[in-house]
């Protein structure tokens, strides 16, 4: 069987795998999400100096979420998430088939574990952009300060739909 990169990061008291999207679902996602939020993005980065700012907080976070909500579409978040549940196991079961139960109340945790679910897609395609920090460290910033557990090799494949 081949091996599948995993990450593993635990957000509260749960453990999260997430597995690697498909390349081409990965690039499907990452055109969604641009369109979507991209304007807001640029907005954002364009204002503070460069990246850098951003991910040292030395930009107002409630004026750059209050962009990316501005521009954030529901449909295309929605979409999101159900494709990444699609990649992730949460205390070692599927995370898809019981997404809303697992997350019902937990609206931050389910936040925390998009962020992190989208620095494993993308944080190799966009590091180095922006001197550096690129998306990983961005969106390392908006996870929680819960420690991960490890990464690395797995002979687990992930399932696509």
């Known amino acids: 069987m081949p091996q599948t990169l995993e990450t593993i990061e635990t957000i509260g008291d749960v453990e999260y795998t997430v597995y690697p999207l498909d390349p081409l679902t990965a690039i499907d996602l990452s055109v969604d999400i641009g369109k979507t939020l991209g304007p807001a993005f640029g907005a954002l980065f364009g204002g503070a100096g460069?990246?850098?700012?951003?991910?040292?907080?030395?930009?107002?976070?409630?004026?750059?979420a209050a962009l990316l909500f501005q521009h954030l579409d529901k449909a295309t978040l929605r979409a999101a998430?159900?494709?990444?549940?699609?990649?992730t196991h949460a205390?070692?079961?599927?995370l898809d088939p019981i997404f809303a139960a697992h997350f019902h109340g937990k609206l931050g945790v389910m936040m925390r574990w998009f962020a992190f679910a989208l620095k494993v897609q993308f944080a190799d395609f966009f590091e180095g952009w922006g001197g550096g920090a690129g998306l990983a460290g961005i969106l390392a910033s908006l996870q929680s300060r819960s420690p991960s557990t490890s990464t690395g090799l797995s002979g687990n494949q992930s399932s696509e739909a």
């Not at 460069?50 to 750059?64: C, L, T, W, Y």
């Open 91 to 94: 205390g070692g079961v599927p």
């Open 50 to 64: 460069g990246i850098e700012e951003v991910v040292e907080r030395k930009v107002d976070f409630g004026a750059g």
């Open 81 to 87: 998430m159900k494709t990444l549940a699609k990649v």
